[in-house]
């Protein structure tokens, strides 16, 4: 039984920060690409960032870049997101997802479209104000 648990969620004024944390159980986390995404109410969830099985690669989306960093500690199975400089229009439902990475050629075209993973966890909402 696959379990993805999203934790630091809050609200926060622009310019803060938060951590999200996704704790991964009961598949072989350390094989998988984990990737946070993010939704509002009426549109589709979008990728915010993702980082590769090992660690070495990491894609963002552009309103996010220099502002977010995913991580990722395979020893506690987690995932993290750092959110810097927070604003008004990072406010969403975040979600953690997993699944094995897409192929090299297509990483680049594929991480950010929800599609791609087949494990999700629950959600946690971020407000910025």
């Known amino acids: 039984h696959v379990q993805l648990v999203e934790s630091g969620g809050g609200s926060v004024q622009a310019g803060g920060s938060l951590r999200l944390s996704c704790a991964a159980s009961?598949?072989?986390?350390?094989?998988?690409?984990m990737a946070w995404l993010r939704q509002i109410p009426g549109k589709e969830r979008e990728g915010v960032a993702v980082?590769?099985?090992?660690?070495?690669?990491?894609y963002y989306a552009d309103s996010v870049k220099g502002r977010f960093t995913i991580s990722r500690d395979n020893a506690k199975n987690t995932v993290y997101l750092q959110m810097n400089s927070l604003k008004p229009e990072d406010t969403a439902m975040y979600y953690c997802?997993?699944?094995?990475?897409?192929?090299?050629?297509?990483?680049?075209?594929?991480?950010?479209?929800?599609?791609?993973?087949?494990?999700w966890g629950q959600g946690t909402q971020v407000t910025v104000s």
């Open positions: 009961g598949y072989t986390y350390n094989r998988n690409c």
């Open positions: 980082v590769s099985a090992g660690g070495s690669n990491t």
């Open positions: 997802a997993a699944d094995f990475c897409p192929s090299t050629r297509d990483f680049a075209r594929k991480w950010n479209s929800a599609r791609t993973y087949s494990y």
